[in-house]
């Protein structure tokens, strides 16, 4: 069965300071893989997406994710973080058939 | 752009009571889903519409209804909510077949049944 591990619950890092979020997928072809924001109160919102060709994607407000085939795995970073990227981040598996899987997410908190 | 807008922002239920989420999307998708969010469980979809006239139970359909109204309108009925039922609901859209799965999202309602 599809799924998506988040192994973070949460991750606090300091401001100006760089970024890693991890992503684990379990999918036997190459899927979809998305990763999504929420601030907080707010829906989600699309941070940057893969489906095929160069490994490295870049996303909007800095953000970039490597797929990584043989560790099936999607991580997220960003190299300076910013007190407004405080949020929850969410990895999700898009394998057809209309459905997504998404991980639990990870709540990122920024210290100043 | 409006994109997908939900009603109510929140709302309070006693047990037993039923009530209807609205959902609409300006965006001319195809498919339409209803999300439930509880902490450390990421979403979860209850029901989806993969196109007008047809809906689907996702992972987690019990004590829901939905109605693909129209193309633009999909809505998410509590018979008789429960306090299980207390959670945040999203509802999204799709381009759906032709599309690459990237779904956009409304605000949520946040649900408290007691």
Known sequence: ?112 | NAGVTQTPKFQVLKTGQSMTLQCAQDMNHNSMYWYRQDPGMGLRLIYYSASEGTTDKGEVPNGYNVSRLNKREFSLRLESAAPSQTSVYFCASSKGREGDGQAFFGQGTRLTVV
């Open chain 1, 1 to 112: 069965a599809q799924s998506v591990t988040q192994p973070d619950i949460h991750i606090t890092v300091s401001e100006g300071a760089s970024l890693e979020l991890r992503c684990n997928y379990s999918y036997g072809a190459t899927p979809y893989l998305f990763w999504y924001v929420q601030s907080p109160g707010q829906g989600l919102q699309l941070l940057l997406k893969y489906f095929s060709g160069d490994t490295l994607v870049q996303g909007i407000k800095g953000f970039e994710a490597e797929f990584k085939r043989s560790q099936s795995s999607f991580n997220l970073r960003k190299p300076s973080v910013h007190w407004s990227d405080a949020a929850e981040y969410f990895c999700a598996v898009y394998s057809g058939g209309f459905k997504t899987i998404f991980g639990a997410g990870t709540r990122l908190f920024v210290k100043a």
